[in-house]
């Protein structure tokens, strides 16, 4: 074989190799999704993780062939896990506990859009700079090790170490809007970290959902989960006091609109909690009753106020 046969043969299984991981993320992606795509109303998502009242919010990983969520460790205690399912040969696998799991709760994954091997959590750790008598939910990170993850490290930027912190989401730019209650519990806060030049900031407060509290104390505003374009975000709303419900609010020039039922928008049920809005944007899934995860397009009620 000649070198000039030999460079050309090269090219070529590069080529091949490049096409083969091509199609096969594309296949996971549409084995998941594609029976989703047109859908006008919410249906059951992953069923095999159904588990009654003890179902919470979960991610995928960036190639989406792991669903990351948490559970109750002990039922009706403040301990909860990790737990990881893969998709694979069709079907999802038995959840596991993630592998850097102890006898520390942590909960509320979220994977970085920043570094793609980097995994965000909510847990109850002891921080270096805690001095309380007992900790408090607080952010964490783990990078991916081959087929596990590391031990988390502190994420010492979120530095409100004393509040009860949750429900983060991120968006594409790599900003982390979350939930964050006062060690009282006298008041929830909703609270943005913004990714500028290599690093995080500290929390900043987020201005629009706090307003929305402020403006209406009849009902109770819980978790959002803002789009990774920024363009709109979910609000999880409880009216009166009754069970919570997904709202929307979408970014105008001046600021944002007053959230809106989705329900209103798609003629249907949603009531649920803790949304998670897929990396491409095209999927809201949230859990109903704290036992089942649900999903919809997005497509279904963007745009459609």
Same mark, same amino acid.
């Given at each position: 074989?000649?070198?000039?046969?030999?460079?050309?043969?090269?090219?070529?299984?590069?080529?091949?190799?490049?096409?083969?991981?091509?199609?096969?993320?594309?296949?996971?992606?549409?084995? +998941?999704?594609?029976?989703?795509?047109?859908?006008?109303?919410?249906?059951?998502?992953?069923?095999?993780?159904?588990?009654?009242?003890?179902?919470?919010?979960?991610?995928?990983?960036?190639?989406?062939?792991?669903?990351?969520?948490?559970?109750?460790?002990? /039922?009706?205690?403040?301990?909860?896990?990790?737990?990881?399912?893969?998709?694979?040969?069709?079907?999802?696998?038995?959840?596991?506990? +993630?592998?850097?799991?102890?006898?520390?709760?942590?909960?509320?994954?979220?994977?970085?859009?920043?570094?793609?091997?980097?995994?965000?959590?909510?847990?109850?750790?002891r921080t270096p700079a805690d001095s309380s008598?007992?900790?408090?939910?607080?952010?964490?990170?783990?990078?991916?090790?081959?087929?596990?993850?590391?031990?988390?490290? /502190?994420?010492?930027?979120?530095?409100?170490?004393?509040?009860?912190?949750?429900?983060?989401? +991120?968006?594409?730019?790599?900003?982390?809007?979350?939930?964050?209650?006062?060690?009282?519990?006298?008041?929830?806060?909703?609270?943005?970290?913004?990714?500028?030049?290599?690093?995080?900031?500290? /929390?900043?407060?987020?201005?629009?959902?706090?307003?929305?509290?402020?403006?209406?104390?009849?009902?109770?505003?819980?978790?959002?989960?803002?789009?990774?374009?920024?363009?709109?975000?979910?609000?999880? +709303?409880?009216?009166?006091?009754?069970?919570?419900?997904?709202?929307?609010?979408?970014?105008?020039?001046?600021?944002?609109?007053?959230?809106?039922?989705?329900?209103?928008?798609?003629?249907?049920?949603?009531?649920?909690?803790?949304?998670?809005?897929?990396?491409?944007?095209?999927?809201?899934?949230?859990?109903?009753?704290?036992?089942?995860?649900?999903?919809?397009?997005?497509?279904?009620?963007?745009?459609?106020?």
């Open positions: 074989m000649t070198s000039k046969q030999l460079n050309y043969f090269l090219v070529l299984s590069v080529w091949v190799i490049v096409v083969m991981t091509s199609c096969n993320k594309t296949s996971t992606y549409e084995a +998941i999704f594609s029976k989703y795509e047109h859908i006008d109303k919410p249906m059951l998502f992953i069923p095999e993780l159904t588990l009654k009242e003890n179902t919470y919010k979960g991610c995928f990983s960036n190639d989406y062939s792991t669903f990351y969520f948490f559970r109750h460790n002990k /039922p009706d205690q403040e301990d909860y896990r990790i737990f990881q399912t893969t998709f694979s040969k069709n079907q999802w696998t038995e959840p596991k506990e +993630i592998s850097f799991s102890d006898a520390n709760s942590d909960l509320y994954p979220m994977v970085s859009t920043i570094n793609k091997n980097e995994l965000f959590i909510i847990s109850y750790r008598q007992k900790p408090n939910a607080n952010f964490w990170f783990t990078t991916k090790a081959g087929s596990d993850w590391t031990k988390p490290f /502190p994420f010492t930027q979120a530095d409100l170490i004393y509040n009860y912190n949750s429900q983060p989401s +991120i968006t594409t730019n790599g900003t982390i809007y979350f939930t964050s209650d006062t060690p009282d519990w006298s008041k929830t806060l909703t609270y943005k970290m913004e990714y500028k030049n290599g690093s995080y900031q500290n /929390p900043s407060l987020f201005s629009p959902v706090n307003e929305f509290r402020t403006a209406d104390t009849t009902r109770t505003i819980f978790e959002i989960c803002v789009s990774p374009d920024e363009t709109y975000m979910v609000l999880t +709303i409880s009216e009166k006091r009754q069970n919570a419900k997904l709202f929307l609010s979408s970014k105008i020039q001046n600021g944002w609109t007053n959230p809106k039922y989705i329900g209103d928008i798609i003629k249907e049920d949603m009531s649920g909690n803790f949304p998670y809005i897929t990396a491409d944007g095209k999927f809201l899934i949230f859990t109903r009753n704290f036992s089942s995860f649900y999903i919809l397009p997005t497509e279904e009620f963007v745009n459609k106020e």
